[in-house]
């Protein structure tokens, strides 16, 4: 397994993990807020699923957002021009 040089590891650094700890919290949060829907509306499983489907659907766009925003920065001139 080779090592990571210290320019590898500070281009993501904490910023990927916040990022992927905020996309995992915008999944969880719609699973449960579908959830105090059902059990205040009585509706259960709908608002549980509609809510966790639409979940998914924004993490899929926020890590290909994510993944885009990397593969940029991995292509940025390494002479500091713009």
Known sequence: MPAESPSSRSRTGPRASIAFLAI???????????????????????????????????????LRILARTMAAKDHKPAGGSP
């Open 24 to 62: 995992g919290t915008e999944m969880a949060s719609a699973t449960v807020l579908g959830l105090l829907l059902d059990y205040a509306l009585g509706t259960l499983p709908g608002f549980t699923i509609g809510l966790t489907l639409f979940g998914f659907v924004a993490v899929f766009l926020q």
